[in-house]
């Protein structure tokens, strides 16, 4: 009896520390409260930061208070200044490929982009070329439909008809039904501009098929569209090798960039639709034509705040999440994000607080904790990937990443459960990740895990859409936290005021408990899968 008494009083002293540390855990976790994550989100989600678009000034006053928390907790600068100087902010540059300058001369008549013409593709004319124009009807070749025949276009600027040429009973004369061919449809400039290069041509020209006001609204909805749509790049843009862009002009610019009337080209469209070939001599007409791209710098941050361990400071939990969102619409609507990425954003400053009263008091985690909020996800996980290629500790030193993205809100799957959080990737490198996230829910938090976009033959391919996968990609075990999309997704309708905090404070609990465990067990969690 006597002998076994050291091992029972062994077995006992661990199961108390055991409940000590679920108790600790639990203590700090109860800091997590719907009311502060709704403070924060407040201002993260506001109008004046206009959607936080990558690189502005939005997202750049987004940064500065999330980073004046981490300072005010006492988490320590992870980045480096210029100069080298510790700060909160790991900068890196951007690039937006842009047109610099773009114009078609006729004599002493300037046509200038996003006034008179624009420019779907790349084109390589950085300086003046002369050319000499040549209509070419709608610039087709199928079977014995072929506009190109007999004619020489090699160093021209083939000018086109948009679209293509009906039956005369209501179907298209190609693909003989009211369906368009591939000449009619969305790129069909693409198919174009590939042909007319593919016969010796400089470039293309075609006429755009609306109306003079129609054609119009549609230059100032591409003016608008345009900061929007050219995608940032962390590389920048390489001149095209080949021209494979199309100029879309109006039927009065058109017309003098062939050298006939309006009235004339009216009639040749006429007889085109027709079939008829007997516009087929030259019609054209001398020009010049340039359009010069540039690389324009998007300077953005992201914000890196470490928490340091104590025995095991050199192994690093990641947690993480994107601070930036899509910016204001092209008819003046502000996209605050509340959702997507606020939540994550708000998320990690509660986490942060939480492990840094633990540390204050004595009970601080064995491996360093780095709060990592990216930009640029919107734009293509850009600045995940510049930490993941440019990381501010050893890559072979991060230990998990736990990436939070939308976990405000119930998609159409949970309305009647809105108990859940989808998680992602947990099992993909780590068996022992998955566990301890599946132990934490069970022990603490209790919520639905849902499984669903995990599956690897998930047709959104979630698992490869935020900022979690950079850091997949260098082998390191990740989960993915998400409440999927709704209604407000990218819209001016994701606001604070949609967000339910009682149960986005349960998640954020959630991942507080895992990595407390990540952070502070025996043995590092090891990569012992490969799922796809």
Do not use: C
Not at 97 to 109: D, P, T, V, Y
């Amino acid at each position: 009896m006597f002998k076994r008494l050291p091992f029972l009083s062994g077995a006992l002293v661990l199961l108390t520390l055991q409940a000590g540390a679920q108790s600790t855990a639990g203590d700090y976790a109860g800091t997590i409260t719907p009311e502060n994550l709704r403070k924060h989100l407040t201002v993260i989600a506001h109008d004046s930061l206009e959607g936080r678009a990558t690189g502005s000034p939005g997202q750049k006053k987004a940064a500065e208070y999330v980073a004046s928390y981490y300072r005010q907790y006492g988490l320590k600068p992870a980045a480096a200044d210029a100069s080298g100087k510790p700060g909160f902010f790991q900068v890196y540059n951007l690039y937006r490929g842009a047109w610099e300058s773009a114009h078609i001369r006729k004599g002493r008549q300037l046509y200038e982009l996003n006034r008179d013409f624009y420019i779907d593709g790349l084109a390589n004319m950085p300086e003046d070329e002369s050319l000499t124009t040549i209509f070419a009807g709608y610039g087709i070749s199928e079977g014995s439909y072929n506009d190109y025949e007999n004619l020489d276009v090699r160093n021209k600027a083939v000018v086109v008809f948009e679209g293509e040429p009906g039956s005369g009973n209501g179907n298209y004369l190609l693909s003989g039904s009211t369906e368009p061919s591939k000449w009619g449809r969305a790129r069909a400039w693409e198919e174009k501009a590939r042909l007319a290069l593919s016969k010796g041509a400089r470039t293309i020209i075609i006429i755009s098929s609306q109306n003079a006001q129609g054609f119009e609204k549609e230059i100032q909805r591409r003016a608008s569209m345009a900061p929007r749509v050219r995608r940032l790049s962390l590389r920048q843009e390489e001149a095209p090798a080949r021209n494979l862009a199309a100029f879309t002009v109006g039927e009065a610019a058109a017309a003098s960039l062939l050298g006939i009337r309006e009235k004339k080209l009216k009639k040749l469209k006429a007889k085109t639709d027709k079939g008829s070939s007997s516009w087929k001599k030259h019609i054209g007409d001398d020009i010049t034509i340039m359009a010069k791209r540039q690389s324009e710098v998007v300077p953005t941050e992201n914000v890196a705040a470490l928490l340091e361990g104590t025995d095991k400071k050199d192994e690093i939990v990641v947690i993480s999440a994107h601070l930036d969102h899509i910016g204001i619409s092209p008819d003046g609507q502000i996209n605050n994000g509340a959702d997507d990425d606020g939540t994550g954003t708000v998320a990690l400053l509660e986490l942060a607080e939480a492990f840094s009263k633990a540390k204050a008091e004595g009970k601080g985690p064995r491996r360093s904790i780095l709060f990592l909020n990216v930009t640029g996800e919107e734009m293509g996980l850009l600045g995940s990937e510049f930490y993941s290629e440019n990381p501010l500790f050893p890559s072979e030193n991060h230990v998990a990443n736990l990436n939070i993205d939308m976990i405000g809100r119930v998609d159409d799957a949970h309305k009647d459960n809105p108990d859940y959080v989808y998680l992602i990737g947990s099992d993909k490198l780590s068996s022992e990740l998955h566990a301890i996230s599946e132990n934490a829910n069970q022990k603490y938090v209790n919520l639905t895990l849902d499984y669903t976009f995990n599956h690897p033959d998930d047709p959104n391919r979630f698992y490869y859409r935020s900022d979690h996968y950079n850091f997949a990609k260098k082998g390191i075990p990740v989960i993915f936290y998400f409440t999927g999309v709704h209604e407000d997704y990218h819209r001016p309708g994701d606001d604070v005021e949609k967000i339910l905090f009682d149960r986005q404070a349960r998640i954020v609990k959630l991942i507080f408990h895992t990595a407390w465990e990540l952070a502070n067990r025996g043995e590092r969690i090891k990569v012992d899968s490969n799922k796809p």
